[in-house]
């Protein structure tokens, strides 16, 4: 459900992809549901466990190995507005076409950039050094 909702590809994990689609793990929602269940005559007990959840997803999400550039610190998850769309969620999982991942994958030659020598071609890259405009037209929705 997570990638229909990012719009991802098949390759992000899910950990990446519960985070960049705001939702939480179902395993820990449902241990949250069977909570609510056991402690349903106390008061604002959803809101005590939701808490609890929070915490173990972030705990979880701490210790985990992969998706790191997903996991630099953002405001990302803590955001009161905006959707996510396929290009956003390329950037934010890395999983795109960046020469990087499609090196990984086997359908590049190269890890790196067309455009700067020997240098990886990253979401961060591409966004924030790669002298190439081409990218931003393609995040705006120009072709
Ligand atoms: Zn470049």
Avoid at 35 to 64: F, G, H, L, P
Wanted: glycine share 4%; aromatic share 10%; charged share 25%.
């Amino acid at each position: 459900m997570v990638i229909r909702v990012t719009i991802a590809y098949r390759t992000i994990t899910s950990e990446a992809a519960n985070v960049i689609a705001g939702m939480i793990p179902i395993c820990i929602t449902l241990a949250e549901d069977i909570e609510c269940y056991q402690r349903r005559t106390t008061r604002n007990v959803r809101t005590m466990v939701r808490i609890d959840s929070m915490a173990k997803w972030q705990q979880e999400w701490d210790s985990t190995e992969k998706c790191r550039w997903t996991h630099r610190p953002s405001p990302w998850m803590n955001r009161q507005h905006g959707e996510v769309n396929f290009y956003l969620t390329q950037f934010l999982s890395g999983h795109g076409c960046f020469r990087k991942h499609l090196h990984r994958c086997g359908h590049a030659a190269s890890p790196f950039c067309p455009e700067c020598e020997y240098v990886e071609e990253t979401p961060e890259h591409v966004i924030f050094d790669c002298p190439r405009k081409c990218v931003v037209k393609m995040a705006r929705g120009m072709q």
